[in-house]
């Protein structure tokens, strides 16, 4: 079974364009996360949001509750962007502890 | 402040044999978790703790055991390895209502 989908898989960009990955769930959830896997494995976690958008400098994370859905958006895009996107989410009766990820989106922005 | 530390970094074991992975956090958190990264599979939670001395399973916690007997330490153990359990493991820890942090993972081989 897949809680967490995420689409595309892979996503190749040129430098500076806008870029939008999605990510749709099946239940009800506490929090959702977007995360990022530099090649080399370090994650790090970029949003967190339980409701509306969140920004942080060229990245916007956005989730509509009724319809389980959430997407990122990379605007002006550029090649140190490259990285699995990853989606996760905490289901409301889980323990915030308990992540349930999405099996990412690999980004490649040439220049 | 070194966040999340795992040790070890790359891990050689024959089958059989078993092993501890350490993980440590100096932020206070609450929350720990163990996951692992297979390709194709995304990250999958093995276990996680809400605190000190309460541990719960996760999607696959078959031939993992953890503790937790302080609020720092959360150590993974390996109780007969198989090849199966070959992966990329990665310790994660958060507060209540925050993100979770990451260690740098561990790169497991299973011959």
């Known amino acids: 079974k897949n809680e967490v989908e995420q689409s595309p898989q892979n996503l190749t960009a040129q430098e500076g364009e806008f870029i939008t990955i999605n990510c749709s769930y099946s239940?009800?959830?506490?929090?959702l996360h977007w995360l990022q896997q530099h090649p080399g494995g370090g994650i790090v976690s970029l949003f967190m949001l339980s409701s509306g958008k969140k920004k942080h400098g060229r990245l916007i994370a956005t989730i509509n509750i009724q319809e389980k859905h959430s997407s990122l958006h990379i605007t002006a895009s550029h090649p140190r962007d490259s990285a699995v996107y990853i989606c996760a989410v905490n289901y409301w009766r889980g323990s915030q502890g308990n992540l349930i990820f999405g099996k990412g989106t690999k980004l490649s922005v040439k220049p | 402040n070194a966040g999340v530390t795992q040790t070890p970094k790359f891990q050689v074991l024959k089958t059989g044999q078993s092993m501890t992975l350490q993980c440590a956090q100096d932020?206070?958190?609450?929350?720990m978790s163990w996951y692992r990264q297979d390709p194709g599979m995304g990250l999958r939670l093995i276990h996680y703790s809400v605190g000190a001395g309460i541990t719960d399973q996760g999607e696959v916690p078959n031939g993992y055991n953890v503790s937790r007997s302080t609020t720092e330490d959360f150590p993974l153990r390996l109780l007969s390895a198989a090849p199966s359990q070959t992966s990329v493991y990665f310790c994660a820890s958060s507060s209540q209502g925050q993100p979770q942090h990451f260690g740098d993972g561990t790169r497991l081989s299973i011959l």
């Open positions: 239940v009800g959830i506490s929090a």
């Open positions: 932020m206070n958190h609450e929350y």
